[in-house]
């Protein structure tokens, strides 16, 4: 197929990678020429360029640019499609997307690979990114089935576990494994620094080792996405923030009480519960 992508990002980029190790011819746009030239040169494409004239002759149109451009670069975009191409999205957020979106575009299916890594960019742009996770489309009572058929053809090969559900069950559940975790490991990082003592936080900071690594990560990531994020999920987001306030202030509770036997029991269930969300 002939695949554009729209946005030469870390997630764009490695789309690019493997489906053109997948046989697909890979076409993609961004806003910068360097952007696009790095992309050629690390071979994410075939050719790329800033204008979406390119898309021309697309069957798969891949949106990857930030949420809050999105619905501007797709009514840019489709004066320059076939009405047969479909388009899909990449975005963390998915009722807003297809709100917007579908009424653009017949064949738009939202979808979300929930891959990533804390870097930003076609150099962060990596091979098999996606192996191994989960690939959410949303379509709606409206989607085209062949459209939703289609997309899955192009990317079932890059060994991801398709999930579909409502956009807005989507945005609910990722509420609480992606986009709180966020929030909570960003204010890890700030509680941190508040600090006082510049001794102790420097030796803090020399003592730091996998447990902090690991646990601030996705506090450290990408500040325009965090907000995006909030932003465009706000809703969820803040009702998942009210759940995990009340769980941090009971084991506050507990500690300050000296109340041992009760936060083991919680601290055993947790710990039960955690490879669930790792299957």
Same mark, same amino acid.
């Given at each position: ?63 990857? +640019?930030?949420? *809050?451009?999105?619905?501007?670069? %797709?009514? $840019?975009? /489709?004066?320059? =499609?076939?009405?047969?191409? &479909?388009? +899909?999205?990449? *975005?963390?957020?998915?009722?807003? %997307?297809? $709100?917007? /979106?579908?009424? =653009?575009?017949?064949?738009? &299916? ?170």
């Amino acid at each position: 197929m002939n695949i554009g992508i729209v946005g030469l990002g870390l997630i764009g980029g490695s789309l690019g990678l493997d489906l053109r190790s997948h046989g697909h011819q890979v076409f993609g746009v961004s806003r910068k020429e360097e952007t696009c030239q790095r992309a050629i040169a690390r071979g994410a494409v075939d050719d790329a360029s800033t204008s979406l004239t390119l898309m021309k002759n697309t069957d798969v149109v891949f949106i990857c +640019t930030p949420l *809050g451009v999105m619905q501007a670069t %797709v009514e $840019e975009l /489709i004066p320059h =499609l076939s009405e047969d191409t &479909v388009l +899909t999205d990449v *975005g963390s957020v998915k009722g807003w %997307v297809v $709100e917007a /979106i579908a009424p =653009l575009w017949a064949n738009f &299916v939202g979808g979300h690979p929930m891959a990533g890594t804390a870097d930003s960019g076609i150099e962060a742009a990596l091979r098999d990114l996606f192996v191994g996770t989960p690939y959410v489309l949303t379509p709606t009572e409206t989607t085209p089935t062949r459209a939703t058929q289609r997309v899955e053809e192009v990317v079932r090969p890059l060994q991801v576990q398709i999930y579909h559900c409502h956009p807005h069950d989507h945005d609910r559940a990722v509420a609480w494994i992606s986009h709180l975790p966020v929030v909570v490991s960003a204010s890890l990082i700030a509680a941190c620094m508040g600090e006082t003592n510049s001794t102790i936080l420097e030796l803090a900071q020399a003592l730091a080792s996998s447990g902090f690594r690991d646990t601030s990560r996705v506090g450290g990531g990408n500040p325009e996405l965090g907000v995006m994020m909030a932003s465009y999920n706000r809703a969820a987001l803040v009702r998942s923030l009210h759940s995990y306030q009340g769980a941090l202030n009971q084991m506050i509770t507990w500690i300050e009480q000296e109340d041992w036997a009760t936060l083991e029991v919680a601290l055993k269930r947790i710990q039960a519960a955690r490879p669930q969300f790792l299957r």
